[in-house]
């Protein structure tokens, strides 16, 4: 007995330590089954209705009305809960504490009620079947309520007492031996079944804390495997389900939905210069203020590497461009690293919902296409994805993959095609045009390859094998014929060059003064420097160079002074205007002049008439290129044609 009082004490204090959650749960188990309690709520009262009304006693009459009005309320109670109970799980949201007392109340008043009409079917009826049915149905539902609410003892441990005790009671004033026999019968019962309640009470507690321990844990995880570690933004898993359920809020809503596709610039310079810890501050600054920025309305999330993706409701395109500035505006702040000062840029592709997509896939795909588009165009733009975008994008994209591998696969081959003297009868030397015919796409265009080459990196390898195979080609000919090579400003500034020419010379055998290469005068502007440095490393292993498509840059007549360069060959652009246009012809002998007291050669390219070609006869050009006199062609056809200048050659001598 002592040891019961004081785990009952215990219980008391204990009650207090439970954590939020785990009461939550063991309130949420007295509305768990709301079948058990309705039908204990409509047996007890219909008993103690009928017995009221076969002992036609006014006071039972009046406690059996008490009881089934209870009843009633409390049945309503326990429907009314339990279905939002069970949909959230617990009783999530609402006040527990509050719903605890309001059962507690109804459970107490109703086991008082039942001990109340027991007493009074003891002391006012001598029918011993009554008073059978009052006492076994009260003693019956305590017996099973302490069960039941074991999960909060202290109800159940009351309603336990106010149910059994007043039985006991009205046992015990009626005097007579075997009822108080009864009497203490009912207390040992109610003795027995307190000790019961608390150790059921007890594996109830345990059972619930571990497994409210182990959803704790899986929610931690949970959430940690949906967080970018380096950043503690979204990852991409947490926003494709992010987004999926905003576009689900969003659909048949009048509201537009914005994903701003962020890649940043530079940020490869960063981690190459400054180390990865460098780069990874710099991720996590920037993730850090787009999440202050856009994270409390929005979605902030990294995507892999340095892209970043930000999701936002807003009402318009101004809208969504307003943003889309804010965001380039923070990310080129500069970040604070190891006493440094770290700056990147940002390029975006903006792709709204529901205009652009309502899926997050089309959605995804067309804020990634708008992405390379707005690279395409430099650094620091954004750009908004329109329809006509796919096609255009897609096919470049498929032509960088196909590109990967397409070496191996012998994809590539070479034409050649002849500079001539102004007279147009000697070739001085052949330009190395390159073309692909891929396996799938068909033959492209240079046009339209090199630029995806210079993009993905791939014109470095390419253009060395262009190098190597033209010096092999050109050293089956004649000594007095050039080869000439187009050199993209990547090969122009990578750092091998100079050894890829060289071991091209030796293993082809070729004299160095009979190789010339093609470099655009736009390449030079990029980085001055950089350019004549380049351009003299070639120059110093004897190799000539040749200025391309000169006067389509922006290069002033100035800069030819700079550059050592041996030839200048003007744009065809200029060659086509001759026939029409004076103006061009003055430009044309005006560049020539220059060149020929700069000590450079000229070449004319793209002549196409008999008549261009009469107009630069009376200029002193050096030698002509043009449709006119040859188109490019393949090796064998140049050895053909070499061959046989050379036996006329031979004729005139
Ligand atoms: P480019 O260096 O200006 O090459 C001359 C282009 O003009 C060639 O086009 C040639 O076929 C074309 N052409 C020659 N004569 C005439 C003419 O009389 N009329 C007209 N309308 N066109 C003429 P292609 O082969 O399509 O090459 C285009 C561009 O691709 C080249 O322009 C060059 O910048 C680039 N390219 C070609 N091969 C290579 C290469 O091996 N490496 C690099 N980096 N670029 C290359
Ligand atoms: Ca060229
Ligand atoms: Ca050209």
Not at 27 to 40: D, K, T
Not at 59 to 69: D, G, K
Not at 364 to 379: E, F, M, T
């Amino acid at each position: 007995m002592s040891g019961l009082i004081s785990r009952l004490r215990q219980l008391r204090h204990s009650d207090h330590a439970i954590a939020a959650s785990v009461r939550e749960t063991l309130v949420g188990s007295l509305y768990a089954s709301p079948q058990s309690l309705v039908i204990g709520a409509l047996t007890s009262s219909g008993v103690m209705t009928i017995v009221a009304l076969v002992s036609g006693n006014r006071s039972m009459i009046l406690c059996a009305v008490a009881i089934a009005f209870v009843a009633g309320v409390r049945v309503f109670d326990a429907i009314g809960i339990w279905p939002r109970s069970k949909r959230k799980g617990v009783l999530a949201g609402m006040q527990t504490d509050r719903q605890e007392m309001l059962y507690r109340f109804g459970a107490l008043c109703y086991s008082g009620l039942l001990g109340v009409f027991g007493l009074l079917t003891l002391v006012n009826t001598h029918d011993a079947v009554l008073q059978l049915l009052a006492v076994t149905t009260t003693i019956g539902y305590a017996a099973g309520i302490a069960g039941r609410n074991a999960g909060r003892p202290w109800i159940a441990l009351s309603q336990l007492c106010f149910a059994s005790l007043p039985l006991a009671v009205g046992l015990i004033v009626s005097f007579d031996p075997l009822k108080v026999a009864l009497a203490v019968v009912i207390v040992l019962f109610v003795v027995a079944m307190m000790d019961i309640t608390l150790q059921t009470y007890g594996v109830i507690l345990k059972a619930t804390t571990v497994s409210r321990e182990k959803a704790a844990l899986a929610e931690y995880h949970a959430a940690v495997a949906r967080r970018d570690d380096l950043t503690g933004v979204a990852n991409r898993t947490a926003f494709r389900e992010q987004f999926e359920a905003r576009l689900r809020a969003l659909s048949g809503a009048d509201r537009w939905l914005t994903i701003h596709w962020i890649d940043l610039d530079r940020f490869k310079e960063i981690n190459d210069s400054f180390g990865h810890l460098a780069g990874n501050a710099l991720l996590a600054g920037v993730a850090h203020r787009l999440n202050d920025a856009f994270g409390s309305t929005g979605i902030v999330a990294r995507l892999g590497g340095d892209e970043f993706a930000v999701v936002c409701e807003v009402e318009n395109r101004t809208a969504a461009t307003t943003i889309g500035r804010t965001i380039i505006e923070l990310v080129e702040q500069a970040v604070h690293h190891d006493g440094r000062l770290l700056h990147v840029g940002a390029s975006l592709g903006i792709a709204i919902a529901p205009v652009d997509g309502t899926d997050a896939d089309t959605l995804l795909k067309n804020a990634d296409l708008a992405l390379y588009r707005a690279k395409d165009s430099g650094r620091g733009q954004m750009c908004f994805y329109e329809p006509l975008m796919d096609e255009k994008i897609e096919r470049s994209r498929d032509l960088a993959s196909e590109m990967q591998g397409a070496l191996e696969r012998g994809e590539f081959h070479l034409m050649f095609q002849p500079i001539f003297d102004l007279a147009g009868r000697r070739v001085l030397s052949c330009e190395t045009l390159l073309r692909w015919t891929n396996r799938r796409h068909g033959p492209i265009s240079p046009a339209e390859f090199i630029p995806i080459a210079e993009d993905n990196g791939l014109i470095v390898p390419i253009g060395s094998w262009v190098i190597r195979e033209a010096c092999r080609t050109a050293s089956t000919w004649p000594v007095e014929v050039k080869i000439a090579v187009n050199l993209s400003p990547i090969q122009l500034r990578s750092a091998n060059l100079p050894m890829v020419i060289m071991s091209a010379l030796a293993s082809s055998n070729l004299a160095a003064e009979r190789l010339e290469l093609e470099v655009t005068e736009s390449v030079l502007l990029d980085d001055i420097e950089a350019s004549l440095a380049a351009l003299d490393a070639i120059n110093r292993l004897h190799v000539r160079t040749t200025l391309d498509d000169f006067g389509t840059g922006y290069s002033s007549l100035s800069y030819l002074t700079k550059f050592p360069f041996q030839t200048l060959k003007i744009d065809r652009s200029f060659i086509a205007d001759l026939e029409q246009s004076p103006a061009s012809v003055a430009i044309v002998q005006t560049v020539i002049d220059l060149a020929a007291k700069l000590g450079m050669r000229t070449v004319a390219e793209g002549i196409e008439t008999q008549a261009q070609l009469d107009q630069l006869r009376r200029t002193r050009c050096d030698a002509v290129q043009g449709f006119l006199l040859a188109r490019p062609m393949p090796a064998s056809m140049v050895a053909t044609m070499l061959a046989g200048e050379d036996i006329k050659a031979q004729g005139r001598s």
